[in-house]
């Protein structure tokens, strides 16, 4: 270096003087000379020059222009230390530092992001732990990942939030599949808008958490998600996803187009006070939304609303529920109808006692619910049926001995002293049942299932009438 004057930069890298750069990027006094120094000794290959180079990153507070021609020049070298090092510097009060910090450790790949967590996120420097969130954001898939599993730390949760928030769009998807989680949602709530598409795109599907998507859309207030959370609502094969999808559709004050729609979501609320508050003006669109392809709790919403309702226009709509392969709970069935019942109903289900096994199975639920001491005797016959060899033949048993059960605790009055009787000379139950494993036994059985007690309710009402039991 010239005694006087400021060195030659060009000349010195001309020559490969590695010493003489060194000295110049320290000179105190002239911030635009170490700039050019520090550039030069970027352009060298040298092991001398990059451990020097390395070594000023230790000076956080150097001016500005040297610290971000150091970190320039230091785009190649891909160690450890330098990471960390540029870690340290995320300190220092110039933005345009800490700027250039970042996007040098983001050229380290994934190599940077147990550093970042270990050292940036975990620093005591709020700093620090805010760019190396900015960092992890900028290092893709695997770094946005690993910012989103630090969601779970306090101390680091706002700023790895922000720098989520920063990312946008770009963080939507793994953050929609991080879920369920918090965090994870309350991240996806303050990026806002930008994540509504992502959301909506997997309300539907069967690898997402549907639940807290669609708590998640009624949060953000968005109208693009309301056609979505309705077909939710309708539709998905989740209880938890119709409930939160409707509770979400509420938050955004949805207006429905048609009483249908109203009630739909009212039954995914689970709301069917609310149904049957509406009186007659919920009826006919019950039975429109009854004769859909609905799932089992949906149907059995609609069938108890009906029977709490006494509308009897409902009767019929439900009576071809038995005619088809519609999923309901039985005994929900039958005490609806045990409420609305007619000579029609009677009439319909006696015609399927002797039908199909699951067919006879429902009526026989009903007429228990219904009390309908008519249907006595033909159960009873029922009772000597020696065709009840199928494989659902214990509940097809079991139902028998039930309907004949429910009639006399709610009508053993109202039967005739001949019905009475046929019930106490009834013996046990019998049916055979099939095994279908992996080796062919044929039929087995029978099997027994007792009938004292409804021989009691029976002999007790003959007593009290004062018949010969």
């Known amino acids: ?14 020559k490969g003087d590695v010493k003489g750069l060194i000295k110049a990027m320290e000179h105190k006094n002239k911030p635009v000379v170490r700039k050019h120094a520090a550039q030069a000794l970027g352009e060298i290959e040298d092991v001398q020059a990059s451990g020097a180079l390395v070594h000023q990153l230790a000076y956080i507070f150097a001016p500005d222009i040297v610290l971000i021609a150091v970190i320039e020049a230091l785009s190649p070298i891909r160690d450890k230390f330098t990471v960390q090092q540029l870690i340290h510097l995320l300190r220092n009060e110039n ?3 800490r700027q250039a910090a970042i996007h040098a450790i983001a050229q380290f790949g994934d190599a940077a992001i147990e550093s970042l967590c270990t050292q940036g996120l975990k620093s005591r420097y709020e700093a620090v732990r805010e760019g190396a969130s900015l960092a992890l954001a900028q290092l893709g898939d695997a770094g946005v990942k690993r910012l989103i599993k630090e969601l779970d730390d306090a101390e680091v949760r706002e700023v790895a939030t922000q720098a989520l928030i920063h990312l946008g769009d770009a963080a939507a998807v793994p953050l929609i599949e991080a879920l369920p989680g918090e965090f994870v949602a309350q991240a996806l709530v303050q990026i806002g808008d930008v994540a509504v598409e992502p959301l909506i795109a997997t309300l539907n599907t069967d690898n997402r958490d549907s639940t807290a998507v669609a708590k998640i859309l009624g949060q953000l207030g968005d109208d693009r998600a309301i056609e979505p959370l309705l077909a939710a609502a309708k539709n998905h094969r989740s209880v938890d996803v ?12 949805f207006k429905p187009k048609d009483k249908k729609d109203e009630i739909m979501v009212c039954i995914a609320c689970n709301e069917l006070d609310q149904i049957i508050s509406f009186g007659a003006s919920a009826v006919e669109p019950l039975i429109d ?19 709490k309702l006494g509308d009897k226009h409902a009767i019929e709509p439900m009576m071809t529920l038995l005619q088809e392969d519609s999923p309901f709970d039985y005994d929900i069935f039958g005490e609806a109808l045990g409420r609305l019942s ?9 015609k399927y006692l002797h039908g199909e096994s699951s067919q006879s ?3 026989l639920v009903a007429l228990g619910w219904i009390g309908e001491v008519q249907a006595i005797a033909p159960i009873v016959k029922m009772c000597h ?8 033949n214990e509940a097809h048993a079991k139902s028998i001995v039930h309907a004949l059960q429910g009639i006399l605790e709610r009508n053993a009055g109202r039967a005739t002293n001949e019905d009475l009787r046929a019930v106490v000379s009834l013996d046990d139950v019998k049916y055979h049942w099939e095994y279908k494993g992996t080796c062919d036994l044929g039929q087995l059985g029978p099997e027994h299932i ?8 029976a002999r007790q009402e003959l007593i009290r009438r004062g018949e010969h039991a």
């Open 342 to 350: 007619d000579g029609r109903s009677f009439a319909f289900l006696t």
């Open 95 to 97: 933005v345009a530092v």
């Open 361 to 363: 199975i429902k009526s």
């Open 1 to 14: 270096m010239p005694l006087f004057g400021p060195p030659n930069i060009e000349k010195m890298k001309a």
């Open 289 to 307: 939304l009854l004769s859909e392809k609905n799932d089992y709790e949906i149907n059995n919403k609609i069938i108890e609303v009906f029977g």
């Open 242 to 253: 119709r409930e939160a999808a409707g509770q979400a559709l509420r938050s955004l004050r």
């Open 450 to 457: 007792r009938v004292d007690y409804i021989r009691q309710l």
């Open 385 to 392: 049926d020696t065709r009840l060899t199928s494989f659902s």
